[in-house]
């Protein structure tokens, strides 16, 4: 993916020094950032109709899968952009 690292936001300025400075979140991150509510809701879904139990937030193993869900929805969102 070519786009993985291609700054979303990036702000380039130079410094006192000459120095360049380039900040930005990866467009990757700007996309799991905001796939984030949507990997949430999708295991409390997962949670409840499979377990057939009200959900709660583990917090080790909650967040390790809203990470991975979000990510993965991000390179789906770079890999359509490609197409």
């Not at 295991?43 to 109709?49: A, D, E, G």
């Not at 917090?59 to 197409?83: H, Q």
Request: hydrophobic share 45%; proline share 4%; net charge negative.
């Amino acid at each position: 993916m070519k786009d993985k690292n291609t700054p979303a936001f990036p702000f380039v300025a130079e410094d006192e020094s000459g120095m360049m400075i380039n900040m930005g979140m990866s467009l990757r991150d700007y996309f799991a950032a905001r796939a984030l509510p949507t990997a949430v809701k999708i295991n409390t879904h997962q949670y409840s109709r499979e377990l057939g139990k009200e959900w709660y937030w583990d917090d080790d193993e909650d967040a390790a899968f809203a990470a991975s869900v979000a990510y993965n929805l991000a390179d789906a969102m770079l890999k359509a952009r490609e197409a």
